[in-house]
């Protein structure tokens, strides 16, 4: 319980500081600290977003804790000068902004970085550079790589999370530039039926030309990981982060697969909950303990911050059990891969099955299967998470596959996919898997699911690895495990033309009906924990 009899802590607060960094720019943002004592140690926060984004950071907490908290504002952001470029300078100026926080008399040459998101990988970088002064790093909800896991998903553009993030980013550059005293009329006009309408923006076809976004070209004219993407790379270079690192991910994450290999590459503790990129947990209430505040994920940070923290390696939140669990690893080691087979009558079964009948759809891409919940970061934030899916399942492009009635709980914990045999009548085409969980009642909750996207010989099978990223999901008796498999989840991700080309080139009169086929000899391996 708070001290409601302590004083109140006298505090020293300095409003659009500066910065500058070593090529003459200035970063400006507030300083925060004790106005007695001292010297302290120092949180610092680089936010992309503005003044609305220090709200979140913990600054009453850690100043009560003993730091000092600097709340910086990215390049070409807030008050700070200079042109915001989507992770190209984040590695600099983060290393350059620990510099000036160390020379500070009431430094004690000690800097912690915290952050979600963007800011995460804000402190990544900048512990990439190895800053002498940087001591520890709190990185929540980030990707692990600017290609793979960011904008791109198996291959597949993660459509609706880059069209949404560059759109909001592309409508703060403008406003910046406004405050300037720049006319920004043009861009404004460019870029408002983007913000109005962005349910019409992911349809766009060729998909290059939706309007007003700066770096919208130069993401989708990279869809392999090329020397684009490797420049990028090179500012999150894990094999020079020294400092420790603690994690914190949600099941429902788009960045789940990113914060689980920084976890496997960097180490430290890791604490997964039932959360999306923004808190929500969609259409299933996990009860009060679910949330960040009833689990001290924060009180936590800040003691691992201050070098405090003695809590487990791993700490999970188990849906369907609904309760948190220590372990003392990432995968659990008593996990067990198990395979269930996608037999042609639709059952789902650890048997394998007999003789050879194919299950045969057609995916119009002009007609995509929609995105209902999952792990995204769409312009509707309600659409996340778990989410009904009996009205997808109705869709004749929608294949599935389901267990029997469980007669005893099945707990599935770790690393996840599909794997499928199949073919198409297209030169490439996209393959989808989402795992669900049947309730009593009918509700087909969705779980998680993923994508593979694959240049083919038409009409020739072969294998497809349909990453399904991880969970830990508890399928209780009296429910049902399913698979669905398709062709496309959108926006999610952009829809396959079927003509060898991605959607960005591609227009409406060019996009290819694909005949799919599944064979047998597929199936999704759960890891299933002993209970």
């Known amino acids: 319980m708070p001290n409601l009899d302590r004083p109140p802590l006298p505090l020293a607060a300095e409003h659009d500081t500066p910065f500058p960094m070593r090529d003459g720019t200035i970063l400006r943002g507030d300083v925060h600290r004790p106005a007695s004592g001292g010297p302290f140690p120092t949180l610092l926060v680089r936010s992309p977003y503005g003044e609305g984004s220090f709200r979140s950071a913990p600054r009453v907490p850690a100043l ?3 730091f000092a908290v600097v709340l910086q504002h990215c390049r070409g952001r807030g008050s700070s000068d200079g042109v915001f470029r989507p992770w190209r300078d984040e590695g600099a100026d983060g290393h350059d902004t620990i510099e000036w926080i160390t020379a500070q008399p009431w430094s004690n040459g000690e800097v912690m970085m915290h952050g979600m998101s963007y800011l995460a990988g804000c402190a990544l970088q900048a512990a990439a550079t190895r800053p002498p002064g940087l001591k520890a790093v709190v990185a929540t909800m980030t990707p692990h790589d600017f290609h793979d896991g960011l904008k791109y998903h198996g ?5 609706g999370s880059a069209l949404h993030w560059g759109a909001m980013q592309a409508l703060l550059t403008l406003t910046h530039a406004a405050q300037a005293g720049e006319d920004v009329g043009a861009g404004f006009a460019e870029l408002m039926p983007v913000l109005r309408d962005p349910a019409r923006a992911v349809r766009t076809l060729p998909l290059r030309d939706v309007p007003g976004i700066p770096w919208w070209e130069e993401w989708i004219s990279h869809p392999d990981r090329d020397a684009y993407w490797r420049e990028l790379a090179e500012t999150l270079r894990h094999e020079d982060i020294e400092v420790p690192v603690m994690h914190t991910a949600g099941w429902f994450d788009v960045f789940l697969g990113g914060t689980l290999e920084n976890h496997r590459r960097l180490g430290g503790p890791l604490v997964v909950g039932p959360w999306s990129h923004l ?5 299933l209430d996990f009860g009060f303990a679910a949330s960040p505040p009833a689990a001290r994920v924060e009180a936590r940070q800040l003691d691992f911050l201050r070098g405090a923290d003695r809590g487990p390696a791993v700490r999970i939140f188990v849906m369907g059990d609904d309760v948190w669990r220590d372990e003392e690893a990432w995968p659990l080691v008593r996990a067990v891969e198990t395979r269930y087979h996608l037999h042609p009558d639709g059952v789902l079964s650890t ?5 050879d009948t194919p299950l045969t759809f057609v995916f119009d891409p002009r ?15 309600g659409n996340v998470g778990p989410q ?5 399942e109705r869709r004749p492009d929608v294949l599935c596959f389901t267990s029997a009635v469980l007669d ?3 707990e599935v914990t770790g690393p996840l996919g599909v794997t499928l045999r199949a073919a198409t009548s297209a030169v490439s085409t996209d393959w989808t898997a989402k795992l669900v969980d049947v309730h009593p009642d009918g509700r087909a909750m969705s779980v998680i699911d993923g994508i593979v996207r694959a240049r083919t010989e038409p009409h020739r099978p072969a294998e497809f690895v349909i990453d399904l990223v991880a969970t830990s999901q508890v399928f209780k008796a009296g429910h049902r495990i399913r698979v669905e498999v398709s062709s496309s989840n959108f926006p999610r991700f ?4 079927g003509n060898g080309r991605t959607c960005a080139d591609s227009r409406e009169d060019e996009l290819v009906v694909q005949h799919q086929t599944v064979l047998p000899g597929s199936y999704i391996t759960l890891p299933v924990v002993p209970r």
């Open 64 to 66: 009560e804790a003993g």
């Open 155 to 159: 291959g597949a553009l993660a459509l």
């Open 279 to 283: 808190a929500s947990t969609g259409a």
């Open 351 to 355: 048997d394998v099955p007999a003789g």
């Open 367 to 381: 007609d995509p299967v929609p995105t209902v919940g999952g792990p995204v970061l769409l312009a509707d934030a």
């Open 388 to 392: 009904d899916q009996r009205e997808v």
């Open 408 to 410: 005893a709980d099945v």
């Open 494 to 497: 952009d829809r396959n033309p």
